[in-house]
């Protein structure tokens, strides 16, 4: 997969929204110690810098370099490119060896992984007890009664050109296999629904609808989901290409502790 996210990093550091802050303060309450943290396929660091208001030092990792060139750097995060090939006893070194974890976090991310292997890796890495797993994602944007149909239509058009892990995005993650102990922000089977507010221009929109990796492999088999027939019809729908709108992503969460 980091090949996909390597070709649309600069699209994907631009156009993807921004987690509430008040997500990171409830996941913060959950644990007793605010010393380490843990930030898997950081990405751009979108998560890894809400996480570090409120720990004292957090690692960001992905298998993407491209994403990792665009991180933004924090005085309290530190970024490291682990490649598919990195072993998980060089995973825990690089962390900070076992039970050293406080939050472990992955942000629209945890469906591309190997779950057992990374099960195995979070279980060896949190404090225990205390430490707490998060992972989470969104799967739609509510617009208006208007455009929402159309980006219904569109999703459902350009589903074949998904890996099959997206699955679990559609589904909201319950059916995601998630081994921990629920901590109150949804439980395996039982994920957390959440909203995502933000302010969207129609330019905004577009990018982030091109920073899909259905969108990016399609393209490359030659189908253009977003032809110049497909962006007027959404622009109409909008409202125009000038009007700021008032969103909704729809998003779920699944937090957990390991059992003791």
């Known amino acids: 997969m980091a090949g996909q996210f390597d070709k649309q990093a600069d699209i994907y550091a631009d156009a ?27 990405g751009n660091g979108q998560a890894a810098l809400g996480v570090a208001e409120h720990y ?50 992955v942000a629209q991310a945890v469906h591309w992984f190997d779950l057992p292997r990374f099960y195995s890796l979070v279980s060896r890495l949190l404090r225990k007890p ?46 995601l296999l998630f081994p921990f102990e629920g901590v109150g922000l949804g439980s395996e089977g039982s994920p957390l629904a959440l909203d995502i507010p933000k302010e969207l221009s129609f330019d905004k929109f577009l990018r982030m609808v091109g920073s899909w990796s259905a969108v990016i492999t399609a393209k490359s088999q030659g189908v253009d989901l977003l032809s110049e027939e497909v962006v007027k019809e959404f622009e109409s729908a909008w409202g125009g290409p000038k009007l700021v709108r ?15």
């Open 246 to 260: 008032s969103v909704c992503y729809n998003a779920f969460m699944l937090a957990g502790k390991v059992r003791i």
């Open 130 to 175: 205390g430490g707490v797993i998060a992972v989470w994602c969104y799967n739609g944007i509510t617009v208006s009664p208007t455009f929402d149909p159309l980006m219904k239509r569109f999703e459902d058009r350009a589903r074949p050109f998904y890996d099959e892990n997206i699955k679990y995005v559609f589904d909201g993650y319950r059916t």
């Open 56 to 105: 004292e030092q957090v690692i960001g990792t992905d298998v993407s370099e491209a994403q990792l060139e665009r991180a933004t750097p924090h005085p309290r995060v530190r970024y490291f490119h682990t490649p598919l090939t990195t072993s998980d006893d060089e995973i825990i070194s690089l962390i900070g060896g076992e039970n050293s974890v406080d939050l472990i976090t």
């Open 16 to 42: 993807r929204p921004n987690y509430p802050t008040e997500w990171y303060s409830k996941l913060a309450a959950l644990t007793p110690l605010h010393t380490f943290a843990w930030d898997v396929g950081t």
